[in-house]
């Protein structure tokens, strides 16, 4: 298994669950899904095993732009903020 993306919409929030390694060729399908409705956007990474950089990016990118991320583990909390590689 590469990745597996999984939405739940609710009538308030648009929750996409991302289980495995997170891959620059996975991320045009999960930026379709980012954009696709009008909710709120929350990603659950809490299955998230892996990332590559421009997956990292991408996630910056949807935090900056107001996407709850959820279940970010200590690892990817350190990519994120630029101090981990």
């Avoid at 379709?32 to 909710?39: I, N, P, V």
Wanted: charged content about 30%; aromatic content about 4%; overall charge negative.
């Amino acid at each position: 298994m590469t990745v597996r993306i999984t939405p739940t919409d609710t009538s308030d929030d648009r929750v996409l669950k991302i289980d495995g390694w997170l891959h620059a060729p996975d991320l045009p399908e999960l930026e379709r899904l980012c954009a696709k409705g009008e909710q709120a956007l929350t990603l659950d990474l809490s299955e998230l095993r892996s990332v590559d950089d421009a997956a990292v990016s991408f996630l910056r990118q949807q935090r900056a732009q107001g996407a709850r991320l959820i279940g970010v583990s200590a690892y990817l909390t350190l990519r994120l903020d630029g101090t981990g590689r």
